[in-house]
């Protein structure tokens, strides 16, 4: 008898448990920079460094790349690369860790530099 008083309760609480996890979810996926926010410009020269980690990964479309230097970690690159300067994708690059991950889209709020 005593167990049927308390199980409404305990299905309010486990609810309230939920509903609380999703909202930290939620507010955790708000919390990260736009890349906007993280790649302030301006747009620099690509070095021969990141030049170099293109090569090792094989990346054959970015005979004409800009970068931008990461605000929150400076070993990190947003580059925009094109081969015919029609069609542009994005990369991310960390030089010293030879990592990169891409191709993707144009960032909204990020414009290819005027001097291409």
């Known amino acids: ?4 008083r308390h199980k409404p309760t305990r299905a309010v609480f486990r609810c309230g448990l939920t509903l609380l996890g999703l909202t930290c979810l939620l507010g955790t996926a708000d919390a990260r920079p736009k890349p906007s926010e993280q790649f302030l410009g301006p747009w620099l ?3 021969q460094e990141i030049r ?3 090569v090792l990964n094989k990346v054959s479309a970015c005979s004409q790349a800009m970068g931008r230097q990461s605000s929150r970690n400076p070993g990190e690159y947003l580059l925009y ?3 015919d300067e029609k ?3 994005s ?3 960390q030089p010293t860790a030879n990592k990169i991950r891409g191709p ?4 909204e709020g990020i414009a290819p ?3 291409y």
């Not at 008898?1 to 049927?4: A, I, P, R």
């Not at 993707?104 to 960032?107: E, I, T, Y």
């Open 1 to 4: 008898m005593e167990s049927t």
């Open 45 to 47: 020269e690509v070095t």
């Open 52 to 54: 170099d980690v293109l």
């Open 81 to 83: 690369c094109t081969r």
């Open 87 to 89: 069609l542009w994708t």
């Open 91 to 93: 990369w991310r690059v």
């Open 104 to 107: 993707g889209k144009l960032f």
């Open 113 to 115: 530099s005027d001097s």
